[in-house]
């Protein structure tokens, strides 16, 4: 049971290069985010998604599209890198609804380090 | 707008001293998760405790606890005994939107905790 998988694990871009991150989860989750981390700020929402065919702004997509087209995947997009998008980035993926034991929580891929030059 | 505040950027402590790392929130949701992660110098999240906003019952397991406090927004995490293991930085983090069904975490800038042997 993989979890939640983030591909690449590492990469270095050139400015204005493009690159897709992917992400895949294979636990049936509804909900998918992209995250970004960079030192000091933690962690800040891209995108997420709510469902296949969905997606939705967060704190901070300037620089960003993101696509859903299959439930377990959820693609983050970089059109034309730019040194201010060099950071760590993060998914997660969660269930639509509570747990029956009132508990809800999040599984997180193990980051893509992402570096523009 | 969801807000986690973590005012203590860094936290050095000798080993077997006991430490308290501060989390203060802001929401308007009625239902809401609170969250403690551990990054260590490796890289991944950590998941460490969740709890919810109907359930202010402290918890304790092992050498970690948490205390939470609705009427202060507060949910503090304290090592007893800290080991040099414990060396991370720590993540409180915010679920948002659980009656609207946006659900993304909202993460404070993280305490980084050094232990010295």
């Known amino acids: 049971n993989a979890g939640v998988t983030q591909t690449p694990k590492f990469r270095v871009l050139k400015t204005g290069q493009s690159m897709t991150l992917l992400c895949a989860q294979d636990?049936?989750?509804?909900?998918m985010y992209w995250y970004r981390q960079d030192p000091g700020m933690g962690l800040r929402l891209i995108h997420y998604?709510?469902?296949?065919?969905?997606?939705a702004k967060g704190e901070v997509p300037d620089g960003y599209n993101v696509s859903r087209l299959k439930k377990q995947n959820f693609l983050l997009g970089l059109e034309s890198a730019a040194p201010s998008q060099t950071s760590v980035y993060f998914c997660?993926?969660?269930?639509?609804?509570?747990?029956?034991?009132?508990?809800?929580?999040?599984?997180f891929g193990s980051g893509t380090r992402l570096t523009v030059v | 707008a969801q807000k986690v505040t973590q005012a203590q950027t860094e936290i050095s402590v000798v080993e077997k001293e006991d430490v308290t790392l501060d989390c203060v929130y802001e929401t308007r949701d009625t239902t809401y998760y609170l969250f403690w992660y551990k990054q260590p110098p490796s890289g991944e999240l950590v998941f460490l405790i969740r709890r919810n906003s109907f359930d202010e019952q402290n918890e304790i397991s092992g050498r970690y606890s948490w205390n939470f406090q609705k009427s202060t927004s507060s949910f503090n995490f304290t090592i007893t005994a800290s080991q040099v293991v414990d060396s991370a930085v720590y993540f409180c983090?915010?679920?948002?939107?659980?009656?609207?069904?946006?659900?993304?975490?909202?993460f404070g800038s993280g305490t980084r905790l050094q232990v010295q042997p």
């Open positions: 636990m049936n989750h509804e909900y």
């Open positions: 983090a915010l679920s948002e939107g659980m009656d609207t069904g946006r659900r993304a975490l909202t």
């Open positions: 997660a993926s969660s269930y639509s609804v509570t747990g029956e034991d009132g508990n809800y929580g999040y599984t």
């Open positions: 998604s709510v469902g296949e065919g969905t997606t």
